[in-house]
């Protein structure tokens, strides 16, 4: 996965569209991803948290996607999502250089909870870590705060002015850190609340005037937001858009229906309708994106 991951996302903003970054902990729902992907000829992105990445083995998943991406041609960016999200253990860096000697080729470097000083300082030393591993590698960055977790919830999530992204102090963060990309606040959260999410268009117009060709705009809980809203926020720059709680309730769902009302014991036999379920939310994510036929 030695990709010119540069190169993707700048076809992204040469094509407007937005590259589809899709959550797993499980090699079931790494098919249903990359097999849709393959299909739509899409460039994709898997993506670990910290939590998918403990349970699947950084290394294990990293031989999974190369697999992959032989066998389907389409190129695969394997990004550690949130990483160091609670800012703890932080000094030595530790959990990012064992995600690199893994072999993953993107991270996400998470300081949005660190103060600006530090979330640049922090986010600095990062990218010259992975890019002194690989100028490939991609990183990103976040500023602004993303409330939610990846879950359902009936609570309305709260999302306060003072979380969202400053389109000047983007321009700053982008400037010191030297990130590929940036993660904003935006109105979006993690999560599908009962309430949606209503996304500050103008706004994400206003950070990718000031932050122009320097960082691609990432956009974070895209689970269910409208797909107009969706189609708006590409249209004013975003240029990637996160994934995860859609489908670990498409994949729980199908599972779910299918092991209780069927007397199935063979795993091949009954994985198939949630893998299925998980390529059906892909698949409509990368119609939404514009993201199909660019690999
Ligand atoms: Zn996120």
Aim: overall charge negative; hydrophobic content about 40%; some cysteine.
């Amino acid at each position: 996965m030695n990709l010119n991951t540069k190169k993707l996302f700048h076809d992204a903003e040469a094509g407007g569209y937005a590259i589809g970054q899709f959550n797993a902990s499980t090699a079931d729902q790494i098919k249903g991803i990359i097999g849709t992907a393959a299909r739509m000829r899409a460039p994709v992105i898997v993506a670990t948290s910290e939590g998918e990445c403990a349970f699947i083995g950084a290394r294990q998943v990293v031989k999974l996607c190369e697999a992959y991406e032989e066998e389907a041609g389409i190129p695969i960016i394997l990004n550690a999502d949130h990483t160091y999200k609670d800012a703890e253990k932080i000094e030595n860096l530790d959990k990012i250089k064992a995600l690199l000697t893994a072999g993953y080729n993107s991270i996400h470097f998470d300081g949005s909870v660190l103060s600006f000083e530090d979330n640049v300082r922090w986010t600095k030393q990062v990218v010259e870590l992975c890019k002194e591993k690989d100028p490939g590698i991609s990183v990103e960055g976040e500023l602004g705060f993303l409330p939610g977790a990846s879950e359902v919830s009936e609570k309305k999530v709260e999302i306060k002015p003072e979380y969202l992204t400053d389109p000047a102090q983007a321009l700053e963060f982008v400037r010191a850190t030297g990130v590929d990309r940036l993660a904003v606040s935006v109105g979006n959260s993690h999560g599908i609340s009962f309430q949606e999410d209503r996304l500050d268009i103008e706004r994400i117009g206003k950070i990718k005037e000031a932050i122009g060709d320097h960082a691609v705009l990432v956009l974070h809980g895209g689970s269910g937001i409208p797909d107009e809203q969706i189609r708006a926020a590409i249209a004013h720059g975003i240029r990637k858009i996160n994934v995860n709680t859609e489908l670990r309730v498409a994949f729980h769902g199908a599972l779910k229906e299918v092991l209780t009302t069927t007397p199935q014991t063979t795993p091949y036999k009954f994985f198939p309708p949630a893998i299925d379920a998980v390529a059906r939310v892909v698949e409509g994510k990368i119609t939404v994106f514009g993201s199909g036929m660019h690999a």
